[in-house]
């Protein structure tokens, strides 16, 4: 699915399988020693060979089998959408997103993702077992000859303009106060917070938690053919955006109580 999105917006597609031995270099890259690129004969000198981070989609194929060291080699491309290897600086491609995987069965061998880490994804989104028209499908398409490539949809070029006319969509101010107070409501040290929020949440929604609302808000406005989100618009995408940010507490796991629980019952209190 995600090497088909790569194909229909002509990307450079790049997939990295994490696993208990992958080391951060294996991500970003790293420097070996090698001969200068001018033609004069001079000596050796440092060659920084790129890791399969530049791209302009990258897949993190199970993400939290690899230690917490090698999962943060991502933090400073996701956040900067820069790597930096040897105290030099190298700009990553725009578009440059990232679109991690985890084995919700298997958790033995698993290093669950820091909460720093998870806040630099925009959306978290469960993908379940397909209805059976769909498996019908699926099957169909996949146990006969190969499928002709993906025709694109759109260049990068294009991709862009419509990305950065995503970020000129006025933003009315209630709507930005509202994904505020939703992200406030969450925290549990929060005035805005509940007695349920405070005995549940280890670890509320941040200033990345708003922002997203927001962008979120704008991108359905527009594919709905409005110039402008609502607080409705917030609420829709709030699911997706809020509950990996919202972290359950002991007491709430051993109550049986989870982040989307916790996302339901913010979204019911917040007016």
Request: aromatic fraction near 6%; proline fraction near 7%.
């Amino acid at each position: 699915m995600v090497k088909a999105l790569a194909a229909a917006f002509d990307w450079n597609f790049s997939r990295i399988q994490f696993t208990p031995d992958l080391m951060p270099s294996d991500i970003t890259g790293y420097e070996l020693l090698g001969r200068n690129g001018n033609g004069d004969g001079g000596g050796p000198t440092m060659v920084f060979r790129r890791g399969p981070v530049f791209a302009n989609l990258v897949l993190a194929d199970e993400i939290n089998r690899a230690a917490p060291k090698t999962q943060s080699a991502l933090l400073e491309a996701m956040a900067e959408k820069h790597v930096t290897v040897g105290g030099q600086t190298h700009p990553l491609e725009r578009p440059f997103l990232v679109v991690a995987t985890q084995n919700p069965i298997e958790q033995e061998g698993t290093y669950p993702l820091p909460e720093a880490q998870l806040d630099r994804f925009m959306m978290e989104i469960h993908i379940g077992y397909p209805t059976p028209e769909q498996e019908e499908e699926i099957v169909m398409k996949t146990t006969g000859h190969a499928a002709e490539p993906l025709a694109a949809a759109f260049d990068k070029a294009g991709f862009l303009q419509l990305n950065d006319l995503v970020l000129s969509v006025p933003v009315p101010k209630n709507v930005a106060a509202y994904a505020v107070k939703l992200c406030g409501s969450s925290r549990p040290d929060d005035p805005r917070s509940d007695d349920y929020t405070k005995s549940y949440t280890a670890w509320g929604a941040g200033p990345r938690g708003s922002q997203n609302l927001v962008l979120a808000a704008k991108a359905r406005a527009l594919l709905v053919g409005r110039a402008a989100p609502t607080v409705e618009d917030v609420r829709s995408v709030a699911t997706s955006i809020l509950r990996h940010r919202i972290i359950p507490n002991h007491r709430a796991v051993g109550d049986g109580v989870t982040s989307m629980a916790l996302v339901e019952h913010v979204l019911k209190v917040t007016a």
